[in-house]
């Protein structure tokens, strides 16, 4: 089995055993004039070293192009990555697969193809296609995760990876996944740099945050430490610690560190789709959220995991239709050129 590069100080992380203690507290929503603003905190030439650190960091030529479960073993599915067509379909073996988009024959759209003994079937006239059989169809590097899908394919400034890099994840047989995704008119780069100010999250999302703090002491440009609860209703919430970093230039991953559910991560990816007919960029964010917990509990919603996710995931849409409108205002200041907390 084929393993992920890591940071090297990424480590699998865990409550301790022991008698397991309510994790919530009761936090009452603050009325809106008493709550807080944060800007004072979220100093633009924090947010931007942070920002630089992350975009220096080389992907290798990866991109996320969807959740694994999207793909089955009997037909294809295309994607679109820098303007680049892509059809994705699993060999004999189950194992990713991926080549261009469009059929070497005539062109066709290699979508929602048949794929019989690890090959895909054009819809068209039935060219059967895979690794090897043509030279004027070559294919590209794929990785399957357990979680995400990737593809590797010619980036530029960037080198080419065997793998993609990201943190250590908890043991996927005692968690369960969840994977949204939302297109935006921005491009990768904003995606991360809302991710990067996590000061907005109490006073832009109070229905999900409460209590926010970044611990200076224990954050830098490569890490950011963050006390924070998550809200389960106006009254009540789960207070963690948790750290937010950058394995690559695309992706910043959140990782709770502290609290319910040590150990668990949301993994946050960006991947350029090319530009729409206006000739703005589109980019389509990526959200992977992969849930862990030792209680006896957890365990039971692992067995209804599929009934769960999509309360997990309508939460997570939830979050970034309002953080995409951050990310989309972004891109728009930049290509109006105005600069803000310069």
Not at 126 to 139: I, K
Request: glycine residues 10%; charged residues 25%.
């Amino acid at each position: 089995m084929t393993t992920l590069r890591t940071t090297p100080d990424a480590a699998p992380i865990g409550r301790p055993a022991g008698r397991p203690v309510n994790p919530l507290r009761r936090m009452p929503a603050e009325p809106r004039d008493h709550l807080a603003g944060t800007w004072r905190q979220a100093r633009p030439a924090r947010i931007r070293k942070a920002f630089e650190v992350a975009q220096g960091r080389d992907p290798g030529g990866w991109h996320v192009v969807g959740g694994s479960p999207d793909l089955g073993l009997t037909r294809s599915v295309t994607r679109t990555v820098m303007g680049r067509e892509v059809v994705l379909w699993r060999g004999e073996n189950g194992v990713l697969q991926a080549g261009p988009g469009a059929c070497p024959h005539l062109g066709a759209l290699l979508e929602d193809c048949e794929v019989m003994h690890g090959q895909v079937y054009c819809r068209w006239h039935g060219l059967a296609l895979s690794e090897g059989v043509r030279r004027d169809w070559l294919t590209f590097p794929a990785h399957d995760d357990g979680v995400l899908l990737w593809v590797r394919l010619p980036t530029e400034g960037e080198s080419l990876g065997d793998l993609p890099v990201i943190t250590s994840r908890p043991p996927m047989h005692q968690s369960f996944a969840t994977v949204i995704t939302l297109r935006g008119r921005c491009e990768p780069q904003d995606i991360i740099a809302n991710r990067l100010d996590p000061w907005h999250g109490t006073w832009y999302h109070p229905y999900a945050f409460s209590d926010l703090t970044v611990d200076d002491s224990a954050s830098s440009d490569e890490v950011l430490t963050v006390d924070v609860a998550f809200r389960v209703s106006k009254r009540w919430g789960v207070p963690v610690r948790a750290e937010f970093t950058c394995p690559d230039a695309r992706t910043i991953v959140m990782t709770i560190m502290d609290g319910e559910g040590a150990g668990s991560v949301v993994e946050t990816h960006a991947t350029a789709l090319g530009t729409d007919d206006q000739g703005k960029p589109v980019t389509v964010m990526t959200e992977a959220t992969i849930a862990h917990s030792p209680r006896k509990g957890f365990q039971v919603a692992r067995a209804v995991a599929g009934l769960i996710r999509p309360a997990v995931a309508a939460t997570q849409r939830q979050l970034w239709v309002d953080d995409m409108a951050y990310a989309e205002r972004r891109w728009l200041l930049r290509d109006r050129g105005e600069v803000y907390g310069a």
